[in-house]
């Protein structure tokens, strides 16, 4: 239902940029996690499908941006100024109810999400 592309390998300082494509329009908000090596999950950021209202967590906020097209049904993370501490495999996550709390509030928790993508690494280095 979630399909990620755009990860890889790039080193200190560089740019990814990271889509999600769904395969049907049935969702609010979309959003992106990572995982780490013996690491949670952690939400890194998200967009609400109506109103284009985003939250990011405080680890890659100014750093990433993350954009939708409504139209073709996909989500981009634009990431910029990565170092090593951004190496993880990145999620894609859907919400398929309407969104009825605070983006910070659902945001960051892995609970929200109905649906995820396989996932697709990211490898920073120097």
């Known amino acids: 239902r979630l399909v990620e592309s755009g990860g890889g390998a790039v080193q200190t300082g560089g740019s990814l940029r990271l889509s999600c494509q769904a395969s049907?329009?049935?969702?609010?908000?979309l959003a992106w996690f990572r995982q780490a090596p013996g690491k949670e999950r952690e939400g890194i950021s998200c967009?609400?499908?109506?109103?284009?209202?985003?939250w990011y967590a405080s680890a890659v906020n100014g750093r990433f941006t993350i954009s939708q097209d409504v139209a073709k049904k996909t989500v981009y993370l634009q990431m910029n100024g990565l170092n090593d501490e951004d190496t993880a495999v990145y999620y894609c996550?859907?919400?398929?109810?309407?969104?009825?709390?605070?983006?910070?509030?659902?945001?960051?928790?892995?609970?929200?999400?109905?649906?995820w993508g396989q996932g697709t690494q990211v490898t920073v280095s120097s």
């Open positions: 967009i609400n499908k109506r109103d284009a209202k985003t």
């Open positions: 996550a859907a919400v398929s109810i309407p969104i009825v709390a605070t983006l910070q509030a659902m945001c960051p928790l892995v609970a929200t999400y109905d649906f």
């Open positions: 049907d329009s049935d969702y609010y908000m």
